[in-house]
């Protein structure tokens, strides 16, 4: 069966989240509307005081030689402020497991709280001031190359420079967004 969908745009993209959205990152239009299955990620910034991530699914790889990698982030956000200004950025891929941490991320922002002491992740800077989180599927360091500017988002370009796969979360498979739905109990699972 084929569903239709609008498009809309979310709480930092520019409008208001519908009514019980704000406490509840589960009811998100988002997990309802989107149209295509793929990987959740966290894009993390620095910005010289504060470490930010943001909940990502629209990135992917665009490279193998240079290793290049893309992610779409939405100007109202305070990751693309940051991603502008630095010029670097953290890409974590996470886990099935990880659900309530990619809901929380990608539903506060970091101007309101801390995002990573709110889900208790682990994380450290590299030598560059790259956010990484040792406890996702695998986490890189990236700088950005090329930016694209799109009808509502703009599309960072980045070189790896680093990237690491933790071992000890290697047996578990990486989250898809078909996997959030599920978690928050809007799709099937």
Wanted: charge should be neutral; aromatic fraction near 8%.
């Amino acid at each position: 069966m084929l569903r239709q969908f609008r498009s809309r745009r979310l709480n930092e993209g520019g409008a208001p989240a519908p009514d019980g959205a704000e406490s509840e990152p589960w009811r998100s239009p988002y997990l309802h509307t989107v149209v295509s299955d793929g990987g959740v990620a966290l894009i993390s910034t620095f910005d010289g005081a504060v470490p930010n991530v943001m909940t990502a699914t629209f990135f992917a790889e665009s490279s193998h030689f240079p290793p290049l990698v893309r992610v779409a982030i939405a100007p109202a956000t305070l990751t693309h402020r940051v991603l502008r200004a630095t010029r670097r950025f953290g890409i974590s891929v996470l886990t099935r497991g990880q659900e309530r941490a990619a809901l929380l991320c990608g539903h506060h922002s970091g101007r309101d709280i801390a995002k990573l002491d709110l889900v208790g992740l682990r994380w450290y800077r590299d030598a560059d001031d790259v956010v990484l989180l040792p406890d996702a599927y695998s986490t890189s360091a990236c700088r950005v190359v090329e930016e694209i500017e799109l009808a509502d988002h703009t599309l960072f370009v980045g070189e790896i420079m680093t990237s690491y796969r933790q071992t000890v979360q290697s047996h578990r498979l990486p989250m898809l967004l078909s996997d959030l739905r599920a978690f928050a109990g809007t799709g099937e699972a």
